[in-house]
């Protein structure tokens, strides 16, 4: 049976949960987000995640993502893998933030 870690990150971001979805949505294609349903890791398949996005205030919500990561050995727990796949993960969502700022400033610049 193959291995699996469940590597869980959030990040806060400047946006509404519609427009953070909407956004993630054109960043993000190997992850999906069922707005109906919240499923937890545990029913997530191996190598698959789920993405929340859960409203904070007015213009502000929290992206969490849970993922779902087996190492390319299946049967051995490979911790370096498994940081470098923790990482990327970091990785992805500043990558993400930035993404999401950068758009609104062409956006406030445009108007």
Not at 93 to 105: D, G, N, P, Q
Request: contains cysteine; glycine residues 2%.
């Amino acid at each position: 049976m193959a291995y699996c870690e469940k590597i869980k990150r959030s990040i806060e971001v400047d946006v509404s949960p519609e427009e953070a979805n909407q956004e993630w949505t054109q960043f993000i294609v190997y992850t999906f987000f069922l707005p109906d349903q919240t499923p937890s890791v545990r029913e997530a398949e191996p190598d698959e995640g789920l993405v929340r996005m859960e409203e904070l205030g007015p213009d502000r919500t929290r992206v969490t993502v849970d993922l779902n990561y087996c190492p390319q050995w299946e049967d051995i727990q490979d911790e370096r893998e498994i940081a470098d796949a923790s990482r990327h993960l970091d990785w992805v969502l500043a990558r993400y933030k930035e993404f999401l700022e950068s758009r609104r400033v062409r956006m406030r610049k445009a108007a």
